[in-house]
T-cell receptor, first 115, second 111 residues
Framework: DAMVIQNPRYQVTQFGKPVTLSCSQT?????MYWYQQKSSQAPKLLFH???????NEADTPDNFQSRRPNTSFCFLDIRSPGLGDAAMYLC??????????????FGPGTRLLVL | LAKTTQPISMDSYEGQEVNITCSHN???????ITWYQQFPSQGPRFIIQ???TKVTNEVASLFIPADRKSSTLSLPRVSLSDTAVYYC????????????FGSGTQLTVLP
Protein backbone atom coordinates (compact mmCIF):
# COMPACT_ATOMS: atom_id res chain seq x y z
CA ASP A 1 0.00 0.00 0.00
CA ALA A 2 1.15 3.52 -0.74
CA MET A 3 2.07 5.23 2.47
CA VAL A 4 4.17 7.64 4.51
CA ILE A 5 6.87 5.96 6.54
CA GLN A 6 8.78 7.44 9.45
CA ASN A 7 11.78 5.87 11.07
CA PRO A 8 12.49 5.36 13.80
CA ARG A 9 9.23 5.52 15.75
CA TYR A 10 11.16 6.49 18.87
CA GLN A 11 14.42 8.41 18.99
CA VAL A 12 16.47 9.25 22.05
CA THR A 13 19.18 11.88 21.86
CA GLN A 14 21.28 13.87 24.24
CA PHE A 15 20.99 17.56 24.94
CA GLY A 16 22.91 19.39 22.21
CA LYS A 17 23.65 16.30 20.12
CA PRO A 18 22.48 16.64 16.50
CA VAL A 19 19.74 14.28 15.45
CA THR A 20 18.10 13.47 12.11
CA LEU A 21 14.61 12.12 11.63
CA SER A 22 13.63 10.56 8.35
CA CYS A 23 10.49 10.29 6.29
CA SER A 24 9.79 8.46 3.08
CA GLN A 25 6.71 8.21 0.91
CA THR A 26 5.52 5.88 -1.79
CA UNK A 27 2.66 8.16 -2.86
CA UNK A 28 4.80 10.15 -5.31
CA UNK A 29 3.38 13.35 -3.84
CA UNK A 30 4.94 16.70 -4.67
CA UNK A 31 4.62 18.21 -1.21
CA MET A 32 6.17 17.00 2.03
CA TYR A 33 5.63 18.61 5.41
CA TRP A 34 7.17 18.44 8.87
CA TYR A 35 5.12 19.12 11.97
CA GLN A 36 6.03 19.25 15.62
CA GLN A 37 3.44 18.07 18.12
CA LYS A 38 3.99 18.45 21.84
CA SER A 39 1.99 16.62 24.43
CA SER A 40 -1.72 17.54 24.42
CA GLN A 41 -1.18 20.16 21.73
CA ALA A 42 -2.12 20.39 18.09
CA PRO A 43 0.46 19.72 15.38
CA LYS A 44 2.46 22.81 14.45
CA LEU A 45 3.84 23.19 10.94
CA LEU A 46 7.60 23.69 10.85
CA PHE A 47 8.20 23.79 7.09
CA HIS A 48 7.28 22.14 3.86
CA UNK A 49 8.78 21.32 0.49
CA UNK A 50 6.88 21.86 -2.71
CA UNK A 51 9.00 19.67 -4.93
CA UNK A 52 12.47 21.13 -4.27
CA UNK A 53 11.16 24.50 -3.13
CA UNK A 54 11.69 24.86 0.62
CA UNK A 55 9.15 26.88 2.61
CA ASN A 56 9.97 27.72 6.20
CA GLU A 57 7.35 28.90 8.67
CA ALA A 58 8.20 32.30 10.13
CA ASP A 59 8.36 31.07 13.72
CA THR A 60 10.35 27.88 13.11
CA PRO A 61 13.60 28.08 15.10
CA ASP A 62 16.89 28.08 13.18
CA ASN A 63 17.79 24.96 15.11
CA PHE A 64 15.49 23.04 12.77
CA GLN A 65 16.57 22.31 9.21
CA SER A 66 15.28 20.06 6.49
CA ARG A 67 16.55 18.30 3.41
CA ARG A 68 14.74 16.67 0.54
CA PRO A 69 17.25 14.84 -1.66
CA ASN A 70 14.55 13.36 -3.90
CA THR A 71 10.79 13.04 -4.24
CA SER A 72 10.53 10.12 -1.87
CA PHE A 73 12.63 11.21 1.07
CA CYS A 74 12.65 14.13 3.45
CA PHE A 75 14.77 14.65 6.55
CA LEU A 76 14.41 16.79 9.64
CA ASP A 77 17.68 17.85 11.22
CA ILE A 78 17.78 19.28 14.72
CA ARG A 79 21.20 20.80 15.10
CA SER A 80 21.34 21.20 18.87
CA PRO A 81 18.33 19.65 20.54
CA GLY A 82 17.14 21.19 23.74
CA LEU A 83 14.82 19.74 26.32
CA GLY A 84 12.01 21.79 24.82
CA ASP A 85 12.37 19.99 21.51
CA ALA A 86 11.10 16.74 22.94
CA ALA A 87 7.95 16.07 20.96
CA MET A 88 6.30 13.93 18.34
CA TYR A 89 7.50 14.86 14.86
CA LEU A 90 5.03 14.17 12.09
CA CYS A 91 5.75 13.95 8.41
CA UNK A 92 2.94 14.45 5.93
CA UNK A 93 2.51 14.59 2.18
CA UNK A 94 0.01 16.01 -0.24
CA UNK A 95 -0.26 15.60 -3.95
CA UNK A 96 -0.10 19.26 -4.78
CA UNK A 97 -0.67 22.43 -2.81
CA UNK A 98 -2.12 24.28 -5.75
CA UNK A 99 -5.36 22.35 -5.97
CA UNK A 100 -8.44 23.74 -4.31
CA UNK A 101 -9.07 20.50 -2.54
CA UNK A 102 -6.03 19.05 -0.94
CA UNK A 103 -5.70 16.51 1.84
CA UNK A 104 -2.64 15.43 3.69
CA UNK A 105 -1.42 11.96 4.42
CA PHE A 106 0.43 11.64 7.68
CA GLY A 107 3.05 9.19 8.81
CA PRO A 108 2.91 7.57 12.25
CA GLY A 109 5.36 10.07 13.71
CA THR A 110 8.70 9.85 15.49
CA ARG A 111 8.68 10.55 19.19
CA LEU A 112 11.87 12.35 20.18
CA LEU A 113 13.18 12.23 23.71
CA VAL A 114 15.99 14.57 24.73
CA LEU A 115 18.05 13.58 27.75
CA LEU B 1 -5.49 33.15 8.17
CA ALA B 2 -8.74 31.51 9.13
CA LYS B 3 -8.77 30.77 12.86
CA THR B 4 -10.92 27.91 14.07
CA THR B 5 -12.60 27.40 17.41
CA GLN B 6 -13.77 24.02 18.67
CA PRO B 7 -14.94 22.66 22.03
CA ILE B 8 -12.00 21.29 23.97
CA SER B 9 -13.72 18.04 24.85
CA MET B 10 -16.92 16.06 24.45
CA ASP B 11 -18.22 12.86 25.98
CA SER B 12 -20.66 10.48 24.37
CA TYR B 13 -21.94 6.96 24.76
CA GLU B 14 -21.64 4.09 22.36
CA GLY B 15 -24.30 4.06 19.69
CA GLN B 16 -25.08 7.77 19.90
CA GLU B 17 -24.65 10.32 17.15
CA VAL B 18 -21.99 12.90 17.91
CA ASN B 19 -21.87 16.39 16.45
CA ILE B 20 -18.74 18.51 16.79
CA THR B 21 -19.02 22.12 15.70
CA CYS B 22 -16.18 24.31 14.52
CA SER B 23 -16.38 28.09 14.21
CA HIS B 24 -14.42 29.85 11.47
CA ASN B 25 -15.80 33.36 11.26
CA UNK B 26 -13.18 34.75 8.86
CA UNK B 27 -13.26 31.95 6.32
CA UNK B 28 -12.25 33.13 2.86
CA UNK B 29 -14.17 32.59 -0.34
CA UNK B 30 -11.88 29.88 -1.68
CA UNK B 31 -11.32 28.10 1.64
CA UNK B 32 -12.30 24.48 2.12
CA ILE B 33 -13.11 22.91 5.48
CA THR B 34 -11.31 19.72 6.38
CA TRP B 35 -11.58 17.46 9.41
CA TYR B 36 -8.89 15.11 10.69
CA GLN B 37 -8.95 12.43 13.38
CA GLN B 38 -5.96 11.63 15.54
CA PHE B 39 -5.43 8.70 17.87
CA PRO B 40 -2.72 8.77 20.55
CA SER B 41 0.78 8.23 19.16
CA GLN B 42 -0.45 8.28 15.56
CA GLY B 43 -0.52 10.87 12.82
CA PRO B 44 -3.79 12.64 11.97
CA ARG B 45 -6.04 10.90 9.49
CA PHE B 46 -8.28 12.63 6.97
CA ILE B 47 -12.00 12.19 7.68
CA ILE B 48 -13.95 14.51 5.42
CA GLN B 49 -13.76 17.76 3.47
CA UNK B 50 -16.35 20.17 2.17
CA UNK B 51 -16.99 23.61 0.78
CA UNK B 52 -20.69 24.20 1.36
CA THR B 53 -23.98 22.47 2.24
CA LYS B 54 -23.58 18.82 3.15
CA VAL B 55 -20.98 16.20 2.42
CA THR B 56 -21.28 12.55 3.42
CA ASN B 57 -18.87 9.66 3.18
CA GLU B 58 -18.67 6.21 4.71
CA VAL B 59 -17.55 7.45 8.12
CA ALA B 60 -19.03 10.92 8.68
CA SER B 61 -21.12 13.81 7.46
CA LEU B 62 -20.15 17.44 7.28
CA PHE B 63 -22.76 20.16 7.51
CA ILE B 64 -21.88 23.67 6.39
CA PRO B 65 -24.44 26.49 6.63
CA ALA B 66 -24.89 29.06 3.90
CA ASP B 67 -22.67 31.67 5.56
CA ARG B 68 -19.88 29.07 6.00
CA LYS B 69 -18.83 30.62 9.30
CA SER B 70 -19.13 27.29 11.03
CA SER B 71 -19.23 23.60 10.23
CA THR B 72 -20.42 20.51 12.05
CA LEU B 73 -18.84 17.09 11.87
CA SER B 74 -21.40 14.37 12.49
CA LEU B 75 -20.34 10.87 13.51
CA PRO B 76 -23.23 8.39 13.40
CA ARG B 77 -23.49 5.73 16.10
CA VAL B 78 -20.07 6.13 17.64
CA SER B 79 -18.14 3.25 19.14
CA LEU B 80 -15.34 3.11 21.69
CA SER B 81 -12.83 3.14 18.85
CA ASP B 82 -13.97 6.63 17.83
CA THR B 83 -12.35 8.04 20.96
CA ALA B 84 -9.80 10.45 19.50
CA VAL B 85 -8.98 14.10 18.94
CA TYR B 86 -10.80 15.72 16.04
CA TYR B 87 -9.32 18.74 14.28
CA CYS B 88 -11.04 21.22 12.01
CA UNK B 89 -8.87 23.01 9.45
CA UNK B 90 -9.79 25.80 7.08
CA UNK B 91 -7.79 26.82 4.06
CA UNK B 92 -7.63 27.21 0.34
CA UNK B 93 -5.61 26.60 -2.75
CA UNK B 94 -1.97 27.51 -3.06
CA UNK B 95 -1.36 28.11 0.60
CA UNK B 96 0.20 26.14 3.39
CA UNK B 97 -1.78 28.30 5.81
CA UNK B 98 -4.55 25.75 5.67
CA UNK B 99 -2.24 23.60 7.67
CA UNK B 100 -2.68 25.48 10.90
CA PHE B 101 -4.39 23.10 13.24
CA GLY B 102 -6.79 24.43 15.83
CA SER B 103 -6.83 23.13 19.37
CA GLY B 104 -8.95 20.12 18.44
CA THR B 105 -11.78 18.38 20.28
CA GLN B 106 -11.09 15.36 22.46
CA LEU B 107 -14.01 13.00 21.96
CA THR B 108 -14.39 10.31 24.60
CA VAL B 109 -16.88 7.54 23.90
CA LEU B 110 -18.07 5.76 27.00
CA PRO B 111 -19.52 2.24 27.17
Amino acid sequence: DAMVIQNPRYQVTQFGKPVTLSCSQTLNHNVMYWYQQKSSQAPKLLFHYYDKDFNNEADTPDNFQSRRPNTSFCFLDIRSPGLGDAAMYLCATSRDRMLTQETQYFGPGTRLLVL
Amino acid sequence: LAKTTQPISMDSYEGQEVNITCSHNNIATNDYITWYQQFPSQGPRFIIQGYKTKVTNEVASLFIPADRKSSTLSLPRVSLSDTAVYYCLVGGAGSARQLTFGSGTQLTVLP
